[in-house]
């Protein structure tokens, strides 16, 4: 599977902002999607995460309650739907797949596409 996020830019805090992730090969539908971040000078981490078929999803705290990931298994997409954004928000935001079950930790996960920024201003 290869995998390419899109969507990221600059956007003031309070706003709104969607990333597509896109996705090569007839098996995406069978791999639980992740979202991550890597804020400068702090570790990757755990945004979000949905099951092969959508029916589970799961989101950081800091997260929870704005941001929103779906996926389009005809299309081979995946999407955060990023909502009352934060300066704290600021990140290169990357997917990932995994086949087996989904996880928040980053090393369960076999495939990571390339990172969007997302720089959300005060």
């Known amino acids: 599977v290869q995998l390419q996020a899109s969507g990221g830019g600059l956007v003031q805090a309070g706003g709104s902002l969607g990333l597509p992730c896109a996705a090569s090969?007839?098996?995406?539908?069978?791999?639980?999607m992740g979202w991550f971040r890597q804020a400068p000078g702090k570790e990757r981490e755990f945004v979000a995460r949905?099951?092969?078929?959508?029916?589970?999803?799961d989101y950081a705290d800091s997260v929870k309650g704005r941001f929103t990931v779906s996926r389009h298994n005809a299309k081979n997409t995946v999407y955060l739907q990023m909502n009352s954004l934060k300066p704290e928000d600021t990140a290169v935001y990357c997917c990932?797949?995994?086949?087996?079950?989904?996880?928040?930790?980053?090393?369960?996960?076999?495939?990571w596409g390339q990172g969007t920024l997302v720089t959300v201003s005060s």
């Open positions: 990932a797949a995994t086949p087996g079950s989904g996880s928040r930790d980053q090393w369960l996960y076999d495939y």
């Open positions: 090969g007839r098996t995406f539908s069978s791999y639980d």
């Open positions: 949905i099951s092969w078929s959508g029916g589970t999803t």
